[in-house]
Structure formats: C-alpha cells, structure tokens
C-alpha cells in the first residue's frame, strides 16, 4: 500500500502549528558542526524544507533508524525563525517505513511555494478544500493557503488585486499526492502594458509600548519549554527550574582585560540539566537573586556549546545570560520539580573512573579529621578537611573538602562523630583525583547532603550499616600509611628504572617516588622574573621583562616598578642504580635549596655575597631527599624529550624508611620460602 503523507504539511508547520504530528518523508540527510548536528530536508509529498534534529536523536541516524527515504512521524517539533528564514526544529520523531521511493515531485518551500504565486481575475478563482472537513466552496481558507498579493507584471491584471490562485482540491480526496497550486491559462487575462501594482491594505502604525526597551516582532510570553529541548535555533523560549548548585565570583584576565564570571546549575521537572554564566554588570544583577534551592522563570539567554572540560552535566548546551535577559523567582514551590538529581556510584566504581571525573556518591561517615590551613601555590590560604567514607561495596574513600565546607558542613559532622553518630553524605558532583590513589575532592558545584531524609539509597546505606556492615571490613581506594611513611599507593622506582621502564612516554604522565641524592645545580639560570600581579585567586607568574625602569607582562598587558622571582631550577640526582636531569619549580626548589629564589638571587646579584651563595648551594648537594617526580613526554622544537619534574623534595627520614626496607625484605622473605616450598 502506497504511504500517505501528510498534505501541505510543510506550510501548516511553517505557520506555528505544533500539534498536527505529520508523517513525512526524508529526502535528504546532512551531518554539520562540529556538534554533530544532523540536517534533513523534509517532505510533504508537494513542499520540502530543510530541517535542523535536535541532538538527543542523533542515535537514530548512528545506528540507520533513519536515513534517506524514510518515512517518519513528527511527534515533537517547533518552527522557528532565524536570520529571516524559518528552520524546522524536531525534537522527536518515530519511524513508520525505513525504505521508501520518493513520494511526489517536491519543491524547496519559500523559493517555488505559497510565498511567490500569481495574481488571477477574482472571477475565476476556486475555493479549496482543507483535509475532510472543508467541502469546496465552503468554510474559510486556511491562513496557510492565503498567500500575500506579490507582484507579477507579466500576469498582472488592472484593477482586479484581490486574484487568489487556483488550487486543486481534489487531491485531498483523491489521494493525488500533488496538491500545490496550479493555474488554468484558459481563464488568466492577457498582459497589458499599463498595469498597475496589486494594492497593498493601508499603513498601521505599531502599537506604542512604554517602558519596554526595544519592541520585539511577537510581545507575547515565550513558551515555557523543557531544559532537554532547548537548542540555539529557538528564538523565544523560558524555562522553569530550580537552582541545585551556584558558584562563587571569580575573576579573570584575558585579551579583552579583566572582568567577573559566576555560573550556576539548574534542573527541571523532567531531569534535564543545565548551566547557566553571567558575566560583569550581568553577574551584579543576578547574583544576589540567584538561591540554591530555589525556582525560577528564566528567558531571554543565548546558547551555546557547554565546554566539557568545565561542564559535568549532561547537556550539550549552556546558557549565558545577556541585558535583556529576565530571571524571575517563582514564589510558590513547585513539587515536580526535585530538590536534587543524583547519579550515585558504588565507592568501588571510583578506583576506576578517570582523573578529574565528577560524580556521585553516598555512603557512611565513619571519621573525620580537624580542618587545616593550606597555603596554595598561589601563595592564598585555605581550609582543608578530610573524612573517610564506606559503603556496601567493600570499600572506603577519601573524602577532601576545601573552603568553607569544612567549617559548615565538616564541622557538623565532626560533631556527629564526636556524640557516637556516624552519619549518612551523599556527595553531589565530587571530583575524582588519583593523586596517590583515589580520593574524591569537593569544586565550586559540589553538594554535601547529610542523613537526606527522602533517598532510598540513604535508607539502604543505613539498614546495611545497622545491620553488620559496621563492623565490616573495608579496603581503602586512598592513600594509606604503610611502614615507612610511604603511602600504600606511592609507586617507588629506581633512576636507571626510569628509562628502562620507558616512563612517561604514554598518553598520560607517570607518578613516582625516587630516594636520590642531588648531585649538582646548575647556578648560571637558576630563576625567572616573573610577574607578581594576581589574576583572580591566582598569581600570574609568566616571564616578564625589562620595559626601561619599570618591568611588563605581555600576558597581563601591564608595567609595574617590581617583579617576582620565581625558581627554574636545573638538578642533577644519582642512586646507586644511575643519575638523570630535574627541573624544580618554585615550592620544590624552595625545599631544596632551604630558601625562595627573591632572597638567593638578591644574595648573588644585589649584596654580591658570592661566597654565601655558594655556601646555600654546597649546603643542598649530596643530601638524600625522597623525591616525588613527574615524569612526561614532551615535544621541545621537533624532537620528543622525556621532562622529569620535581613536584616534592621532602628530607630522609631514617627512622621511617629503614621501617620501610624491613618491611620490603620480610616480603621477599616469605616469597622466597614459598618458592622453595614449590
């Protein structure tokens, strides 16, 4: 049986319906941008018109439920209009035939349609049928078949500027898959040359709107849509959602100078997920607006692709708010929309998951350590606290909070503990770090939830700690002491195994602790001149140099009377095993040398005290050190280098690792019995 398309689907779309739900067909299929959007040119039968699908289908093309010929039912859709072009937006779509010859002859709508037809005497025109309930001759034309008058000065007729073309009605009972509108020549008048325009209706003049700022085509309210829907191509649209995270002020500096960013996270009642920037004077005026927690009415922001490095939600999209932007509390609490989605991992799932990966999860409190004060390498302070958690999965992880966590939420808990409770967290979009070992760290989104009362994954945390899993045995993903002061995780290597083993030549840079001794510094370059202006929370520290008395950054575009100095040091470490080339930077050439680069390079080049100097210097070789390094691939001009970089230079301590070595022979003793047992 032949199919059916929808007649004049294409004009009806065009003219705002979004309730017909047409089946059409796919003549053409186009992968564009680098978003991997797909672009289709959808027909009626009569009328085609490209197509923009929106990204959550892209899985129908992938794996061939639709492709050219296909015939498809719009479930979901939307037109809008863009740089003066109306753009078909499908949102969702089933497919009806997979394989189908193209049906009809149809024609690009907007070039040969509806838009661009001819004038004929009003005698001769034909009322048309619209579907089955518009017999000919009755009922009103639909807008869709009414086009605007348009000048044609070769079919033009004086003083008759009300023609209408011809359309055939009969298809739409006749099941003629060709319904446009065709024109009898019998009955079109003869061109005259003095002929005159088709009459226009008289001018109207805009309605007057106080104190609205620029009058906008369609004053109407934008259609409240869901957050999984929204794409660039929608000219109006709000949605409805509840802020589940909101970040701090931060400042940056970049080409077009400095400036102020805060972004928060929102969701709505059908778990679609989103983020949304404000910059500047936009940042002032929302920022004190926006509450975690709270629901909003949000319109008017400018979408574009969410950068994934910084964004952990779903989305494909993110929305950045601009002045004519609208954000409006919505006083009365919506109950569809839930305070929070979670995506939870069992503990055990975290040693595998990837550096720097955000996720969920949840489980019992079983310690917390006092908060400390961390000196951060932009040479800021901050708080730290670190809390162990457990689940049912046989594993425990290292929870770091940092900021004012510690003292809101980590104090809390610390006092649970403190009365006998150990309480339930669930951790909303940590960040995973393997930095010896997995642990889980907090950032700007993250959310601590304690004993939440409506999860049925806190519910059963609880029953499997009530009844046994307490006192169940648990192996920690994190970093453990073991004899010796070095951490279970901590990767001990040899000099000579470096380039035996080939480190640091994959994707990823290797971690490792060596125990070498500094056999010599290079003394002629061993510090830059940096710059000391901050950048946010941040110093800059990029090389600068001499611009007459006064000292430039090229990065941050500005003169100053002082610099920084910051350590570039180049070193030179043995073993038994053999010797290689470190750099050391600022805090691990501080360790090495016992002092900051500012006060040795005052003492070398300032006070001229060479032989203090050398002493500092002398002082610093042949001591033993456990180095932490990491050790990377680099390119250096056309060539690939393997770059060890000193990121901790920590003392010996005998005590500790002399624990250590016992410890390392025990094991081999008892591998070397089993051996003979064998």
């Known amino acids: ?375 951060r390498k932009n040479g800021m302070e901050t708080q730290r606290r670190i809390l162990h958690l457990k689940d049912w999965s046989g594993m425990s992880v290292e929870i770091t909070l940092w900021g004012e966590v510690c003292n809101r939420e980590g104090q809390r808990l610390e006092e649970m503990l403190a009365s006998g409770v150990f309480p339930v967290l669930a951790v909303k979009a940590g960040k995973v770090n393997d930095f010896s070992g997995k642990s889980i760290g907090t950032i700007h989104s993250t959310r601590l939830y304690i004993n939440p009362p409506d999860l049925p994954e806190a519910r059963q945390v609880r029953d499997w700690f009530d009844r046994g899993g307490k006192d169940a045995a648990s192996v920690s993903i994190s970093k453990e002491f073991m004899p010796g002061g070095v951490t279970k995780n901590e990767i001990r290597k040899t000099v000579s195994q470096i380039k035996d083993e080939g480190l640091g030549r994959s994707d990823k840079p290797d971690w490792v602790t060596v125990r070498a001794t500094i056999s010599f510094i290079k003394t002629d370059s061993f510090c830059y001149t940096a710059c000391p202006l901050m950048i946010g929370d941040r110093q800059c520290s990029k090389k600068v140099s001499r611009s007459g008395d006064r000292w430039q950054c090229d990065r941050c575009n500005q003169e100053f009377e002082e610099c920084d100095y910051r350590y570039l040091l180049q070193a030179q470490i043995q073993d038994s095993t053999g010797l290689t080339w470190v750099t050391a930077f600022q805090e691990s050439g501080a360790e090495i040398l016992g002092c900051t680069a500012k006060e040795l390079y005052f003492l070398k080049y300032d006070g001229q005290d060479e032989e203090k100097f050398a002493d500092i210097v002398r002082s610093s070789i042949f001591n033993h050190f456990m180095l932490k390094l990491k050790i990377k691939e680099e390119l250096y001009g056309d060539e690939q280098r393997v770059k060890i970089t000193v990121v901790k230079a920590d003392t010996v301590n005998y005590s500790a690792e002399s624990r250590y070595m016992l410890d390392v022979i025990s094991k081999l003793s008892r591998c070397f019995f089993w051996v003979l047992s064998i």
Not at 349 to 362: F, P, R
Request: net charge neutral; glycine share 6%; hydrophobic share 35%.
């Open 1 to 375: 049986m032949p199919v059916q398309l929808t007649p004049n689907a294409v004009p009806i779309i065009n003219d705002g319906d979004v309730n017909l739900k047409p089946l059409m067909q796919v003549t053409d299929v186009k992968l564009i941008g680098s978003q991997e959007r797909y672009r289709l040119l959808l027909s009626d039968g009569v009328w085609a018109q490209h197509t923009m699908v929106a990204t959550q289908l892209n899985e129908l093309f992938k794996t061939g439920q639709v492709r050219k010929g296909s015939v498809v039912q719009l479930t979901e859709y939307i037109c809008s209009e863009v740089q003066n072009r109306k753009i078909i937006v499908v949102l969702n779509m089933e497919t009806i035939v997979l394989d189908s010859g193209i049906i009809g002859n149809p024609k690009q709508y907007g070039e040969s349609g509806p838009t661009a037809q001819t004038a004929l005497p009003k005698n001769n025109v034909q009322q048309s049928a619209y579907g089955n309930n518009h017999m000919m001759g009755q009922g009103p034309v639909p807008k869709w078949q009414n086009p605007r008058p348009s000048f044609h000065p070769e079919n033009s007729v004086p003083s008759m500027p009300s023609a209408r073309p011809t359309y055939q009605s009969e298809s739409f009972y006749n099941n003629v898959p060709n319904p446009r509108p065709t024109f009898r020549p019998e009955m079109s008048a003869p061109s005259v040359p003095n002929f005159r325009a088709t009459v226009q209706p008289s001018y109207q003049p805009p309605p007057q709107y106080k104190n609205r700022g620029t009058v906008f085509k369609n004053e109407a309210p934008a259609r409240i849509i869901p957050i999984n829907v929204l794409n660039p191509y929608q000219g109006r649209w709000a949605i409805k959602a509840r802020v589940t995270a909101k970040g701090d002020q931060r400042r940056y500096n970049n080409a077009r100078g400095d400036g102020k960013v805060f972004s928060f996270d929102l969701l709505d009642s059908e778990g679609g997920e989103i983020r949304v920037t404000c910059f500047n004077a936009v940042l002032d005026r929302f920022y004190d607006i926006i509450e975690v927690g709270r629901v909003y009415l949000i319109s008017k922001g400018s979408l574009k692709p969410a950068q994934k490095n910084f964004n952990h939600l779903k989305s494909d999209w993110e929305i950045t708010l601009d002045a004519s932007s609208t954000v409006e509390l919505c006083p009365d609490e919506d109950g569809s929309i839930p305070d929070q989605l979670f995506d939870f991992k069992p503990i055990s799932a975290v040693e595998t998951a990837e550096s720097n990966s955000i996720l969920d999860v949840i489980g019992i409190v079983t310690s917390v350590n006092p908060s400390t004060t961390i000196l």
